[in-house]
């Protein structure tokens, strides 16, 4: 399926496509212990330090009871590197106050990370054990020694009518500000409970939390966008950017979704959607991943439309500063279903993401380049047994151009719990 109301991808858009060269390495196996207590199932994008340490999460596996976990690659001097579990979270299916089912992670700049769960917490909502949490995990200041694990906000503290005033279940991984402030998403709660854009401040001993937004229900006239997906991301002049699942479409059933921004100023934030998506057909949605920006201000993010029981093709795509959109579209040969947004590398000038889906397999790691052509850097599932992987998330990129990133399957422990990799293109 070729959307063309998406918007695109780099300055003339071809449908070049090549198979690169690049190395490629599986430098962790999940459930490489016994009972997955380093975790299974990877997920998200995983963040580096600034002494090239990796860090992750997992949906599944710990050492209690299932809940997930966050883990730290660290590379050692003869090429190979060393998994740390640095703290397990308990059951989305039990009382869980520490949280369950890490969602995205962010460092700042001295290696405190910092994350949200999905579910969990001291709070309650829609009958779920836990609407989520925003954590801080701190290295301790003896080199092998534990972590420290603290839970900076519960959502649905403020409840009103089982409306969560406060938001619920946060949606990706927070953002840092120069100050140290945390914004992120939640995919429920707010005015509306259609989800909220929330900032977090250090208050004291503490944190408060400040709604900065609540989206509006995206069934009938929601011009603003409702449920808004993944996390946020920032420009130079401090606005934040992101995308939801459906409206932006004035008077309309549903909508395709949108991409926001949010303004600060003297009396709050405003909120614009810079692009609205049109509504796919019925029974279908437009699964928009994370917004990256580069060094001159265009937007770049990735559209596929899931239908009943299968995906489209989907798009990346870029809005130029100028207002200008563009799109490369796969056509599944070259990939298909693009979830998890892209990297811009500003040096290469070019544009590194991942694919679920393709004719050659179960997703891929490909480029694209200033002039739109694209190259499938790897493909996954080419092992017997999709012991390299199957299933990718999003990437991150490292000061000498090396991508890593996580899969949600395949490896070589049992029936596959995902694994860390590296792409040298």
């Not at 437009?286 to 489209?312: E, H, K």
């Not at 393709?358 to 490909?366: I, L, T, W």
């Not at 000061?399 to 899969?407: A, E």
């Amino acid at each position: 399926m070729k959307n063309t109301f998406l918007f695109a991808a780099i300055v003339i858009l071809t449908c070049g496509f090549a198979l690169g060269q690049a190395q490629y390495q599986v430098l962790y196996n999940f459930c490489s212990q016994p009972n997955c207590a380093d975790g299974a199932f990877a997920g998200g994008r995983p963040v580096l330090d600034g002494a090239g340490n990796l860090y992750g999460f997992t949906s599944e596996g710990g050492t209690q009871n299932n809940g997930g976990t966050v883990f730290e690659l660290a590379p050692n001097s003869n090429g190979t590197w060393s998994e740390t579990t640095l703290y397990s979270f308990c059951s989305s299916s039990d009382a869980c106050p520490t949280g369950s089912t890490p969602a995205g992670l962010v460092v700042d700049s001295v290696g405190n990370l910092y994350g949200t769960t999905t579910f969990g917490g001291q709070s309650s909502c829609a009958d779920s054990p836990g609407c989520g949490v925003v954590f801080e995990l701190s290295p301790p200041s003896i080199q092998g020694a534990p972590w420290t694990y603290a839970v900076l906000y519960n959502f649905c503290t403020i409840e009103t009518g089982k409306v969560c005033e406060d938001g619920s279940d946060p949606t990706g991984p927070p953002v840092l500000d120069a100050s140290g402030n945390l914004y992120g998403a939640t995919a429920g709660g707010g005015q509306n409970n259609s989800g909220t854009v929330y900032k977090l401040s250090r208050a004291g001993s503490g944190w408060t939390e400040a709604v900065l937004y609540s989206f509006c229900y995206p069934y009938g006239d929601c011009p603003s966008g409702g449920f808004p997906e993944n996390g946020l991301t920032f420009d130079e002049f401090g606005n934040l950017y992101g995308t939801t699942a459906g409206g932006g479409n004035p008077g309309g059933e549903y909508g395709g979704g949108t991409l926001y921004k949010l303004s600060p100023g003297s009396v709050g934030w405003t909120e614009t959607v810079v692009y609205a998506f049109a509504a796919p057909k019925v029974n279908s949605y437009n699964i928009l991943g994370p917004v990256t920006l580069d060094a001159a201000g265009n937007v770049y993010s990735t559209v596929t439309t899931r239908y009943t029981q299968s995906l489209s093709d989907g798009a990346v795509g870029r809005l130029g500063t100028d207002g200008a959109v563009k799109a490369f579209f796969f056509d599944a040969i070259d990939g298909k279903a693009p979830l998890t947004g892209v990297i811009v590398d500003a040096s290469r000038r070019m544009l590194y993401g991942t694919t679920v889906t393709g004719f050659f397999g179960p997703g891929n790691v490909f480029e694209i380049d200033k002039f739109g052509n694209e190259t499938v850097l790897y493909t996954f599932c080419q092992q017997s047994g999709c012991s390299d992987g199957d299933l990718p998330g999003g990437l991150v990129e490292d000061k000498l151009g090396n991508l890593y990133g996580t899969t949600l399957n395949g490896g070589n422990q049992g029936e596959g719990y995902g694994v860390v990799f590296e792409v040298t293109p």
